[in-house]
């Protein structure tokens, strides 16, 4: 281990005058700060498995600004996933925005015993991608990834992020995955019901069109289009119908109901998509 200089401290012993102090500091534990690199306070245990690899002495109160080992960094990680975990639940909000994101831009993939949720945009969707990220931010330890991709031959700027896995993912892949394909499932009209989850699909895959507004809904079969279409007038009481793009099929929203459509998801929309709305008031 490298050291930086770190004071050397006198040695534990539990029959010092402040034993209870001690006892209680190292119950509580110390926090590492694993993006600078250095440890302020462990969590309980991570605490036990840096002794266990030889990186904490019998003084817990020692170890500061000390540089932190990927070995450890990973069992931090690890230590702190399964604590995230345990704690989370899914939030209604969290819930509504993750069922506009799945129709949308968002996928669930399996990486070991459950899925995860992972959301990637352009990076000229920050706004979008940094509101996703702080609803989710309760299930997520990595910071936003910003990174270059070549797409047919040119380059551009992305930026995704990706949460921990848990059973709830899980839960939504049965729903919205046959296989390794995202679809429209068939009761998806008591699914898409609250104004949230429809802004979140609109703000992912609206997009202003001559005539009104279109869902560009490329990646599904017609059928599950229609079934989609059939929701959004159920729920919202809005005109929708189907029309033909790129030998694909999309939901076109004509201009007189766009204003409607604003109404509905006006508290959820974010300012820097309201240019899919040009005509709004």
Known sequence: MIS??????????WSDPDTERRKRGEQKGLVLDTHRGIIKTLVPHFFIEMRKLGYIGENPFVLI???????????????????????FKLSDKQKFVLIGTLLGDGSLAKRGRY????????????????????????????????????????????????????????EYRKIFYRGSRKIIPTNIDKILYHPLALA????????????????????????????????????????TSLRKNKGKWIIYFPKKEIKKLYRIIEKYLLPSLKYKFPIAP
């Open 4 to 13: 930086t200089g770190t004071p050397k401290a006198k040695a534990f012993s």
């Open 65 to 87: 600004k000390r540089t932190i080992p990927r070995e450890a960094q990973e069992t931090y990680m690890n230590v702190k996933g399964k604590t995230v975990k345990s704690r």
């Open 115 to 170: 899925c995860r949720l992972f959301i990637k945009h352009s990076a000229n969707q920050r706004k979008l991608i940094e509101w996703k990220y702080n609803v989710f931010k309760n299930i997520v330890l990595m910071p936003l990834n910003c990174f270059a991709q070549e797409v047919n031959g040119k380059e551009y700027q992305f930026i995704q992020f990706v949460t921990l896995t848990h059973p709830v993912f899980d």
């Open 200 to 239: 979140v699909l609109l703000m992912d895959d609206g997009a202003n069109d001559t005539f009104g507004l279109t869902l560009q809904t490329h990646s599904f079969k017609k059928n599950e289009v229609r079934l989609l279409s059939q929701a959004i007038k159920k729920s919202f009481k809005t005109i």
